[in-house]
């Protein structure tokens, strides 16, 4: 079962190396401390956030992601299915596939996937076979999010890779954007 941490500002770095993020001790799961120190999920977010803005922009709901490994954005994606003709193009595909093809791997093993919206099923099933370690994201999807919400999709026994879960970043303003959207095509 993946370790859901509510998502809290970094502690001082003084602290850094005794808590969590979130303010345990820290005794498992070092990975997710260092991504905290090497890359922010803040500064995560807000790419993730810019991404979401591109989709929106396009017509599409806006979703946003991006994916990092070493201190690095290897990733993009936005929401693309209306616009590609493609049902598979939601935000986290689409940065997997482009943080593979710049890698020239299809494993990500250590990347962190950042994303605006809690991902739906088919994209939780595309963070296990990437091998994502850490997946971040902003608001929970309440009718389609299948990892807090309607299914706990990284639960299901049959997957052979767990993923390290952060969920709140930016919250409100990831949640704003997609109400925004919404009520503009009222």
Same mark, same amino acid.
């Given at each position: 079962?993946?370790?859901?941490? #509510?998502?809290? $500002?970094?502690?001082?770095?003084?602290?850094?190396?005794?808590?969590?993020?979130?303010?345990?001790?820290?005794?498992?799961?070092?990975?997710?401390?260092?991504?905290?120190?090497?890359?922010?999920?803040?500064?995560? /977010?807000?790419?993730?956030?810019?991404?979401?803005?591109?989709?929106?922009?396009?017509?599409?709901? #806006?979703?946003?992601?991006?994916?990092?490994?070493?201190?690095?954005?290897?990733?993009?994606?936005?929401?693309?299915?209306?616009?590609?003709?493609?049902?598979?193009?939601?935000?986290?595909?689409?940065?997997?596939?482009?943080?593979?093809?710049?890698?020239?791997?299809? $494993?990500?093993?250590?990347?962190? /996937?950042?994303?605006?919206?809690?991902?739906?099923? /088919?994209?939780?099933?595309?963070?296990?076979?990437?091998?994502?370690?850490?997946?971040?994201?902003?608001?929970?999807?309440?009718?389609?999010?299948?990892?807090?919400?309607?299914?706990?999709?990284?639960?299901?026994?049959?997957?052979?890779?767990?993923?390290?879960?952060?969920?709140?970043?930016?919250?409100?303003?990831?949640?704003?954007? /997609?109400?925004?959207?919404?009520?503009? $095509?009222?």
């Amino acid at each position: 079962m993946p370790r859901i941490c #509510p998502y809290q $500002r970094s502690p001082p770095a003084s602290e850094r190396h005794q808590t969590r993020h979130s303010g345990e001790k820290l005794h498992a799961s070092p990975k997710l401390v260092l991504t905290c120190l090497v890359f922010p999920f803040d500064q995560l /977010m807000e790419a993730a956030l810019d991404q979401a803005r591109r989709a929106r922009d396009a017509g599409e709901v #806006p979703i946003g992601a991006v994916v990092a490994l070493d201190e690095a954005i290897v990733g993009h994606g936005f929401n693309q299915p209306i616009s590609s003709g493609d049902p598979t193009a939601h935000a986290e595909i689409v940065a997997i596939r482009d943080a593979a093809a710049r890698l020239g791997n299809y $494993r990500l093993p250590g990347a962190v /996937m950042c994303v605006t919206i809690e991902p739906c099923l /088919m994209c939780v099933g595309a963070l296990v076979h990437a091998r994502i370690a850490t997946l971040v994201f902003g608001a929970a999807e309440p009718k389609t999010g299948a990892v807090v919400s309607t299914v706990r999709g990284l639960d299901l026994a049959g997957h052979n890779h767990r993923v390290e879960v952060v969920a709140g970043v930016r919250e409100t303003e990831c949640r704003e954007l /997609m109400q925004a959207f919404f009520l503009s $095509r009222r």
